[in-house]
């Protein structure tokens, strides 16, 4: 049953939830911001920490959702799960560092004591709910992990993330559990080059990433579709910065919905970063709650007509500590069809922005995409 964004339903499906303490003990150290410190940056702090994903859990807590929602317990990922994706040196130097005061698991990725441990709970919590959501123990579900996996690579991690949590479990859902076809789709801000190198040559994994163009040393082009088999199953959207609202959801309307009811996926994975929100500090979007809620329920609606409603939404970026959770406890009132009445303060600080409109040279990126994998 499809209903308006802010109407309740008489039937509201089964929302997993997966969460875990441990995620919150990930310690990225005293650093520059984005970089190190060192040199002429002053130590001051990450922004890669674990504030606001705490602060989204809080939340939650206080509007009452979280009593709501099907509790998934994590568990630590086995090393033969790590290793569908990862190498086994980039595990033990995670696994070594990891006995002492951390280290360095690959560019703009540091970590301290135990984070082995946490980030293969994190990986294994992921592991956990799509079982769930395969075995009918709920509907749907989100799970809020940390650290991050999105841009981790099978030799190293890669900016902020330590294991490749939705690759891992993508590989999980076709290796261990015969679905026949995932697709997996990255609304992060920064693109979503893990699951694209996973998957490159693979046609049984859609890949979709719809991110800012050409930042943070990322590519994620038009061009880069995929190969062998898997060409045409790799879809890059790179928007321009100062993309708002009306380029995000004329992306979706015109290219990423049609290119998953063209792929049929039996299971949908959702890596959802909120960077691209409006007052986000890594990313130079203007994207708003009501953006992030509209986005996430038309992936939703997607998945109840492809895939009997299976979707998974996991946690990437979105590092402003008061502005992020607004946006990500949208996506999950959309997923579990609860409303809590809580209100983002922060989007009418920018609603009478012009640029939140879709314009002409940002309507050419996606009228590119179209055209090149044939979505018309």
């Not at 005061?101 to 293969?120: L, N």
């Not at 959501?133 to 993330?161: E, F, M, R, S, W």
């Not at 402003?320 to 009445?341: C, D, W």
Request: aromatic share 8%.
């Amino acid at each position: 049953m499809q209903t308006n964004s802010n109407d309740h339903r008489d039937e509201r499906p089964r929302t997993g939830f997966a969460w875990d303490e441990w995620f919150m003990w990930h310690n990225t150290g005293r650093g520059g911001g984005l970089v190190l410190a060192g040199g002429w940056v002053e130590p001051h702090g990450m922004v890669d920490n674990p504030e606001p994903k705490r602060r989204l859990k809080n939340l939650m807590d206080r509007s009452g959702l979280t009593e709501q929602l099907v509790p998934i317990k994590s568990r630590p990922a086995t090393e033969e799960e790590l290793c569908y994706f990862h190498t086994a040196d980039h595990m033990a130097l995670v696994r070594e560092g990891s006995k002492g005061m951390g280290g360095m698991a690959g560019p703009y990725v540091p970590f301290g004591a135990d984070t082995f441990e946490i980030a293969r709970r994190a990986a294994g919590a992921l592991l956990e709910t799509v079982d769930h959501v395969l075995d009918g123990k709920v509907d749907n579900a989100y799970a809020l992990l940390y650290p991050p996996g999105h841009h981790a690579q099978a030799h190293q991690g890669l900016g902020n993330c330590i294991f490749g949590n939705v690759v891992i479990a993508a590989h999980h859902a076709r290796r261990v559990r015969g679905v026949a076809r995932v697709a997996i789709v990255d609304f992060d801000v920064h693109h979503g080059n893990g699951a694209q190198e996973a998957f490159y040559d693979d046609p049984s994994v859609l890949t979709i990433s719809i991110h800012q163009r050409g930042w943070f040393t990322l590519k994620g082009e038009v061009s880069e579709r995929g190969e062998g088999a898997g060409d045409g199953a790799n879809i890059n959207i790179p928007l321009p910065a100062g993309s708002g609202n009306g380029a995000f959801i004329s992306a979706f309307e015109r290219a990423i919905v049609p290119a998953l009811h063209r792929f049929k996926p039996d299971l949908i994975l959702v890596a959802a970063g909120y960077d691209a929100g409006s007052f986000d500090v890594t990313g130079r979007m203007i994207v708003t709650t009501d953006a992030f809620r509209t986005m996430s329920r038309m992936l939703i609606d997607a998945a109840a007509t492809l895939c009997a409603g299976r979707i998974i939404f996991e946690h990437e970026g979105g590092y402003n500590p008061t502005a992020t959770l607004f946006s990500a406890l949208a996506v999950v009132e959309e997923l579990s069809g609860i409303a809590t009445g809580v209100e983002d303060p922060f989007d009418p600080l920018v609603a009478d922005c012009p640029d939140l409109m879709l314009l002409p040279h940002q309507e050419e990126i996606i009228d590119q995409v179209v055209e090149a994998f044939g979505l018309q």
